[in-house]
């Protein structure tokens, strides 16, 4: 059974950083692209920023670009997300995915399909 679980959420202040990170087990790790995914109160979850099997290929939406930075480390089955500059629109729970090889896109976050809990990050002006 596939199954991440995020962990780093927190609350901060306007202009501070924070890294989430998410562990991954019951798949080919290095196989699979990943992504980060939130959702703030009362809207849509949407795609944030993901990441191919080799991590030399990346998407990040425009809400986050030059902001957030995404990573993994396939020897420690574990992706990563530096948010640096958070903003209090940046407020929501996020959320670790991933999805079958053939199927997730990278670009536009697409085909995700395996969740995590979520971890909550809250940034306060």
């Known amino acids: 059974q596939v199954r991440v679980e995020e962990a780093g959420g927190g609350s901060v202040q306007a202009g501070e950083s924070l890294t989430l990170s998410c562990t991954a087990s019951?798949?080919?790790?290095?196989?699979?692209?990943m992504g980060w995914f939130r959702q703030p109160p009362g809207k849509e979850r949407e795609g944030v920023a993901c990441i191919n099997w080799s991590g030399d290929t990346t998407y990040y939406s425009d809400s986050v670009k030059g902001r957030f930075t995404i990573s993994r480390d396939n020897a420690k089955n574990t992706l990563y997300l530096q948010m640096d500059s958070l903003r209090p629109e940046d407020t929501a729970t996020y959320y670790c995915?991933?999805?079958?090889?053939?199927?997730?896109?990278?670009?536009?976050?697409?085909?995700?399909?395996?969740w995590g809990q979520g971890t909550q990050v809250t940034v306060s002006s």
């Open positions: 995915a991933t999805g079958p090889p053939i199927i997730a896109d990278v670009q536009g976050c697409l085909g995700f399909s395996v």
């Open positions: 019951g798949l080919t790790f290095d196989a699979n692209a």
